[in-house]
């Protein structure tokens, strides 16, 4: 059975920071790239940070850059999404995604709110 669990969320000031886990079980996660997407209340889901299944290479959001980072530790099937220099923009349901050629699985979400 497929899980992606995510962890990490909660409420945090503007400029701080939050770390978030994403634990993957029942398929092979070194074969998989990873992905963190983010879905504010009222808009589409968007992403926000992608690494490749060997962790190589990696991309973000125009909006993110410079202030998170995604990392993947393939030893423990875990990605990161290391939030810093957070804004109240970032608040929303961040969820994990794997994806390889045509299949892609989605953890439940964990919810960020950045608010003083």
């Known amino acids: 059975q497929v899980q992606l669990v995510e962890s990490g969320g909660g409420l945090v000031q503007p400029g701080g920071s939050l770390r978030l886990s994403c634990t993957a079980s029942?398929?092979?996660?070194?074969?998989?790239?990873m992905n963190w997407y983010r879905q504010a209340p009222g808009k589409e889901r968007e992403l926000v940070a992608g690494?490749?299944?060997?962790?190589?290479?990696?991309n973000y959001a125009d909006s993110v850059k410079g202030r998170f980072t995604i990392s993947r530790d393939n030893a423990q099937n875990t990605t990161y999404l290391q939030m810093n220099s957070l804004k109240a923009d970032d608040t929303a349901v961040y969820y994990c995604?794997?994806?390889?050629?045509?299949?892609?699985?989605w953890g439940q979400g964990t919810q960020v709110t950045v608010s003083s």
């Open positions: 995604n794997a994806k390889r050629l045509w299949r892609t699985y």
């Open positions: 029942g398929f092979t996660f070194t074969s998989y790239a």
């Open positions: 690494i490749t299944s060997s962790g190589g290479s990696t």
